[in-house]
């Protein structure tokens, strides 16, 4: 029996600016997030991850313009009534912020910030909220959750507060989880305490997650498949384990061949160039000018995603590319 998939995203298409000056943000990307599935969203910054995930909640201004489908569950997020969209926002999807500090209010407690949207969205009465807030707090490691409903953000540290932001997104039970870059703001170490705590809820719930980042290493360790996006568009989407071991992709590769290595003594290898927006490129592969096996053809078609090797990949000479990249780039 085939299900119906949490998100699905076709085509879309993300534009801003005024009439005969609008520019591509993003460009002809399709995703999907199964029930229960953990999605790894990769790329440099500026590569349109996080205005993917603001237009899957219909939280860009009124501006930005978004093309394309997208679906949850099978109903277009697009076309929801105000009413719809506020339901979905407060009962199917939630959201984890890369900076906490920004998406709290300082003048109010965390007991207010935890239990508004439930409470708002009539899921929960107020004290049935905060009871649930502090056996998620405690689920978490957060000791004396009582206590930490009256404090205000800046009584907490950047870890708690992230775990602050966890509980609040886990609250009102959503289905699906969009966790942008959670962990940018935080030192190594608080890093890992974070994420091994998100992987744990999103899995002890079988939620989905969409997971952005621009640390491949980090998306690798977390997700069951990754797309990585250059330029506003999608260019390698597979398993995990097979992007991540063999990329089909010469940007793919290079994500992998520019980071530090914790068990082999070997230097970084960084990609030349500087990274394009959407609205630079021309008519050819985004990538072309800092890829080094790009040909003509490369600078004048643009490679749209095809099947190779059991996943999708947007370059013309994929094949050529698994064949040749250095062994030491698979590992």
Do not use: W
Not at 72 to 92: N, T
Not at 250 to 270: E, I, M
């Amino acid at each position: 029996m085939n299900t119906v998939p949490l998100l699905q995203m076709r085509d879309v298409g993300i534009t801003v600016g005024a009439r005969g000056n609008r520019r591509t943000l993003v460009r002809d990307v399709d995703l999907t997030v199964e029930p229960g599935e953990t999605v790894g969203l990769v790329g440099e910054s500026g590569s349109g991850k996080s205005m993917l995930v603001k237009s899957a909640m219909r939280l860009l201004p009124r501006h930005v313009e978004v093309s394309g489908r997208i679906d949850f569950e099978g109903r277009s997020v697009l076309g929801f009534s105000r009413r719809e969209l506020a339901a979905h926002r407060c009962r199917d999807v939630a959201i984890v912020h890369q900076d906490p500090r920004a998406h709290t209010n300082p003048l109010r407690t965390i007991g207010d910030f935890l239990v508004e949207g439930a409470v708002a969205g009539k899921l929960l009465g107020p004290r049935e909220a905060r009871q649930r807030a502090c056996e998620l707090m405690a689920s978490i490691g957060i000791t004396d959750p009582e206590h930490r409903l009256a404090q205000y953000p800046h009584q907490l540290s950047g870890g708690l507060l992230q775990r602050m932001m966890i509980v609040a997104a886990l609250l009102p039970s959503p289905k699906l989880v969009f966790a942008d870059e959670p962990t940018t703001a935080l030192d190594v170490t608080v890093q890992s305490e974070v994420m091994a705590i998100l992987q744990e809820q999103i899995r002890e719930r079988k939620l989905g997650l969409l997971f952005i980042s621009h640390d491949l290493d980090l998306a690798a360790a977390v997700t069951d498949s990754l797309a990585v996006m250059y330029a506003g568009t999608i260019v390698e989407r597979g398993t995990t384990a097979e992007v991540y071991s063999r990329p089909l992709h010469p940007y793919t590769a290079g994500l992998l061949a520019c980071r530090p290595s914790a068990t082999v003594v070997t230097r970084p290898q960084p990609i030349p160039g500087q990274p394009v927006l959407a609205y630079e490129v021309g008519s050819g592969c985004p990538f072309a000018a800092r890829c080094s096996f790009a040909i003509e053809k490369c600078r004048k078609d643009r490679p749209r995603l095809r099947t190779v090797e059991d996943r999708l990949v947007a370059c013309h000479r994929a094949e050529q590319i698994g064949a040749e990249l250095p062994q030491g780039v698979h590992s």
